[in-house]
C-alpha cells in the first residue's frame, strides 16, 4: 500500500528564513510525487513535480529515494508563501494520486 | 474561462436524504476524480474516472456514488448510507491516464448534515 506522511501540521516562519516542508511515502515500485498548494480562497493547484527538477517560485523539492522523502525547500520565505501545502504520491495504480495530510505554513514578517 | 466547476459551493443535507454534487469541466480532459477533504487528513480518494462511462471505487467509496455519461461532467451522489457525511468535497480532472499529468481541482463544495 501506499502512504504519504507530512509530519508538520504547521510551520511558522519568519520572512526571509529557510522554509522545509517534510514528506515521507510509503511506496515499493517506482514513485511519482508531487505538491501541491492552496492559497486562501484559492483553488488547490499544482506547485511541482519530481520529475520535471524545476524550480517554481523558489520552491525546490529533491527526490531522495533512499530516505524515501520528496521534501520541500525554499532559501527566503516570503509572506505570499503562507498556504496549505500537501505533498502527493502517484504510483499503485494509474490516477490514484495519494495526498499527505497537509501542512499550514506561515509567514510572519 | 475555462476550468472545472463545482456546485453548489454550500449545501446542507438532513440525514436520511440522499445528496448530489456537481462537478463540471470544460478542458477536455478524460479524467475526473473526487476527494474528501477533513481537518488534519488530507485529501482522500473516493471514486475516479478514466473515461466516460467507466468509473472506479477510490479508497472511501463506501456511502458514494458516482456516474460519468458525459464526458464533461461526474456527479457525486452521497447516500444516507454514508455515516458521517460533512465535509468538504473536491473535485478534480486531469487530461490523460499518465501518471504524471497534473491535477486541476474546483472551489469545492462544504457538505453539512444537519
Known amino acids: 500500500a501506499q502512504r504519504v506522511t507530512q509530519p508538520e501540521k504547521l510551520l511558522s516562519v519568519f520572512k526571509g528564513a529557510p522554509v522545509e516542508l517534510k514528506c515521507n511515502y510509503s511506496y515499493s515500485g517506482s514513485p511519482e510525487l508531487f505538491w501541491y498548494v492552496q492559497y486562501s480562497r484559492q483553488r488547490l493547484q499544482l506547485l511541482l513535480r519530481h520529475i520535471s527538477r524545476e524550480s517554481i517560485k523558489g520552491f525546490t523539492a529533491d527526490l531522495n529515494k533512499g530516505e524515501t522523502s520528496f521534501h520541500l525547500k525554499k532559501p527566503f520565505a516570503q509572506e505570499e508563501d503562507s498556504a496549505m501545502y500537501y505533498c502527493a504520491l502517484g504510483g499503485d495504480s494509474w490516477g490514484k494520486l495519494q495526498f499527505g495530510a497537509g501542512t499550514q505554513v506561515v509567514v510572519t514578517p | 474561462d475555462g476550468g472545472i466547476t463545482q456546485s453548489p459551493k454550500y449545501l446542507f443535507r438532513k440525514e436520511g436524504q440522499n445528496v448530489t454534487l456537481s462537478c463540471e469541466q470544460n478542458l477536455n480532459h478524460d479524467a475526473m476524480y473526487w476527494y474528501r477533504q477533513d481537518p488534519g487528513q488530507g485529501l482522500r480518494l ?69
Request: include cysteine; charge should be positive.
Open chain 2, 46 to 114: 473516493i471514486y475516479y474516472s478514466q473515461i466516460v462511462n467507466d468509473f472506479q471505487k477510490g479508497d472511501i467509496a463506501e456511502g458514494y456514488s458516482v456516474s460519468r455519461e458525459k464526458k464533461e461532467s461526474f456527479p457525486l451522489t452521497v447516500t444516507s448510507a454514508q455515516k458521517n457525511p460533512t465535509a468538504f468535497y473536491l473535485c478534480a480532472s486531469s487530461k490523460d491516464a499518465r501518471l504524471n499529468t497534473e491535477a486541476f481541482f474546483g472551489q469545492g463544495t462544504r457538505l453539512t448534515v444537519v
